[in-house]
């Protein structure tokens, strides 16, 4: 909870130390479509697949030079994956607090390239089989890294892009034969600069 805490009290005192002139804050919204990936899986009669989440949180945009500049989010992001096997198919829904810092770079007036790390928070988890619901926090790691690529266009105050979130940690706590867990997110966003540039 200290690092949480922590790493939040960071991210806010970077946004109130920043020049208003070279700073832009706002609003973030998307869709990720997330799956798990799966290294030397130890279920060999299961597949998984996408399923569908949000994410919703906050953006700031620090421009170090015209064309060059860090571009830290904070936003709260539903993932997980869809599983079937031979008799049954079920649901892991895992919600984290991420925190991706990207470079940016402008390529043009309305479009950008972004690319960068991600430290997320598990807040939850759980897996759902028909009307039932299972809490499985405890089997997964309290953090996930990761890195993100993507890029964007900006309107006025608008902006949207896409973006691909590939897991570097493995998420399973207690792995067993060599299996290793990553989150893999493909996310589709849009967001409303409040104030700034």
Do not use: C
């Amino acid at each position: 909870m200290k690092k949480n805490i922590l790493l939040i009290t960071l991210f806010l005192l970077g946004l109130s130390t920043a020049s208003a002139q070279s700073v832009g804050i706002g609003l973030r919204a998307g869709l990720n479509l997330a799956s798990e990936y799966i290294s030397n899986n130890q279920s060999p009669g299961s597949s998984n697949s996408t399923r569908t989440g949000f994410l919703l949180g906050v953006y700031t945009k620090f421009m170090i030079a015209s064309k060059v500049g860090i571009q830290p989010e904070l936003y709260y992001s539903s993932t997980g994956t869809t599983i079937t096997d031979q008799s049954s198919s079920g649901t892991i829904t895992s919600n984290y607090l991420s925190l991706p810092v990207f470079f940016r770079y402008n390529a043009s007036n309305n479009f950008h390239l972004l690319v960068g790390p991600q430290f997320g928070i598990l807040m939850a988890a759980k897996t759902t089989v028909g009307s039932v619901s299972v809490d499985i926090k405890d089997q997964f790691n309290s953090t996930d890294i990761g890195g993100v690529v993507g890029f964007g266009f900006d309107f006025g105050p608008f902006n949207a892009g896409t973006r691909y979130n590939f897991g570097l940690s493995n998420i399973e706590k207690n792995s067993f034969g060599g299996e290793k867990v990553r989150n893999m997110v493909f996310q589709i966003v849009a967001g409303y600069r409040l104030f700034g540039k």
